[in-house]
C-alpha cells in the first residue's frame, strides 16, 4: 500500500480521525511545558539568590538544546518512524519535569532546560511532519497555531497554580508530568502516518543551505525576523519580572497573563491572516508590532497592567503575523529538495534572535534596572524594524513590498 493510500485510510477511520487532534494537542503540550518555568522564574531569583542575567541563561540553553535537536535529529522521524521518535521525546520531557522537581539551584534549572530544549525540538519535528502527512494544508496552519496557543496555556495555567495552589515550584511540573504521561499511552492509540526508509544515518548530519534564490529576500527580512523573535525571547524570560518591578504586582498571574497575551493575540493574527498573500500579512503585522510595542514602553512608565497588556496583544498580533509573513515570503522561493537546507538556517537565526538578545537584556538589566533595559530593548526592536522596513523598501525586484 502506497503512502498516500495509507494516509487515505487512516483519514476514514476512527483513529485517523483523532490523529489530527491528538498530534495538535502533543504539540501544544510540549510549548506549554516549554513555558511552565516562566512565570517561575521570579520564584527562583529569590530562592537561589542568582541575577537577572542567569535567569536569561537558564531561558536561553532551552533554546541552544532546541535548535541543536531540531539539526542533529529533526528529520529522524522520517526513517524510524513518527511514533517512536515521540515518544521518545516524551519519556525525555519527563525527564526534564524530575530535574525541576528535583531543582535545588541554578544548575539543576540549566540541566532541566537543556533536557526539555532537546525534547522539544525532536518532537515538535516529528509531530509537525506527522500533522503534514494527514493534511498538508491543515497540518501547515496548525503546525503555526498549535505551538503558540500552547505557549499560552503554559504561562497562564503556570500562573494560576501558583497563584492560587500549594507548592508553586512542584505542583506545575507534576501536573505537566502527568499530562505527558497521558500522551505517551494514548500516542499508540493513532496511526503511524509514515513508513520506515534507509538513510538513517545521513539524516543525522545537519543540512544548512540558503538558496541563491532566496539570499536577497532573506537578507532583506533578516532585521525583522530577528526583531520577531528578541520579542518573543524577552517575554518568555524576563518580562514577569519587568512586570513585578515597573508596577509593583507580585501577582504570578500579572505576569503570566501579559505573557500569555502575546502567544493568544499572536495565534489568533495566523489564524486570521492564514489565507493572505505575504505582502498584506506584512503590511499588517510590522506597523502592528512597532505600536504594540511603543505601548508596552508606554503601560510600563505609567505602571498600569491594563496598558502594558493591550500593548502586549497588539504587539503579540503584530509579532504572529510578522513570522507568518517572512515564512510566506521565503518558503515558496526554495525547490523542494532545498527547504530543509532553508528551514535550518531559518531556524538557526530564529533562535539565535530567540536567546542571545535575552541573555545581553539579563545583563542591562542587572547594570540599569528592568525600565531602563526595556526601553533600550524596545529601541533596539524599532531599530532592527526600521532597518528591515527599507531594506524591503531599497531590494531591487523584491517579491513583496511593505510600502
Known sequence: MTESHSTARHAISPAG?????????????????SSVPTPLYRLYQRAFAFSPVL????????????LAALLIVGSISDHLGRRPVIFASILLNMVAMVLFLMAKGPDWLIAARIVQGFATGAAVSSIGA??????????????????????????????LLIQFAPAPTLLVYIVTFALLALQAVLLWLVPE???????????????????PQVRRVLLALTPINVAVW??????????????????????????????????????TAV??????????????????????????????????VSILVLGTLTAGAGFGATFLGTVRSIMPLAKPDERAGLLSAFYIQSYL???????????????????????????????????????LRTSQGKPLSVA
Open 17 to 33: 480521525r483523532r490523529a489530527p487532534a491528538y498530534y495538535a494537542a502533543t504539540s501544544a503540550l510540549f510549548l506549554a511545558a
Open 271 to 304: 489564524f486570521l491572516l492564514r489565507k493572505r498573500s505575504a505582502a498584506t500579512i506584512m503590511k499588517f503585522g510590522i506597523p502592528g508590532m512597532t505600536l504594540g510595542i511603543l505601548t508596552v514602553i508606554a503601560g510600563m512608565h505609567a505602571a498600569d
Open 353 to 391: 534572535a530567540f536567546s542571545v538578545p535575552a541573555i545581553l537584556a539579563g545583563f542591562l538589566s542587572k547594570t540599569l534596572g528592568f525600565a531602563e533595559a526595556a526601553d533600550i530593548y524596545a529601541g533596539a526592536i524599532l531599530l532592527l524594524v526600521g532597518w528591515g522596513v527599507l531594506a
Open 130 to 159: 506527522a500533522l503534514v502527512d494527514l493534511d498538508p494544508i491543515r497540518g501547515s496552519i496548525t503546525n503555526s497555531l498549535a505551538p503558540l496557543a500552547g505557549m499560552a496555556a503554559g504561562a497562564l495555567g503556570a500562573s
Open 193 to 211: 502516518t509514515t513508513s520506515r526508509r534507509a538513510g538513517l544515518l545521513a539524516s543525522l548530519k545537519p543540512e544548512v543551505a540558503v538558496p
Open 230 to 267: 528578541a520579542l518573543a525571547g524577552f517575554y518568555l524570560s524576563l518580562v514577569p519580572s519587568l512586570v513585578t518591578a515597573t508596577t509593583g504586582s507580585t501577582m504570578p498571574l500579572v505576569g503570566g497573563s501579559v505573557v500569555a497575551a502575546l502567544t493568544i493575540s499572536g495565534a
Open 55 to 66: 535567569i536569561t541563561v537558564i531561558f536561553a540553553v532551552y533554546a541552544f538544546s532546541l
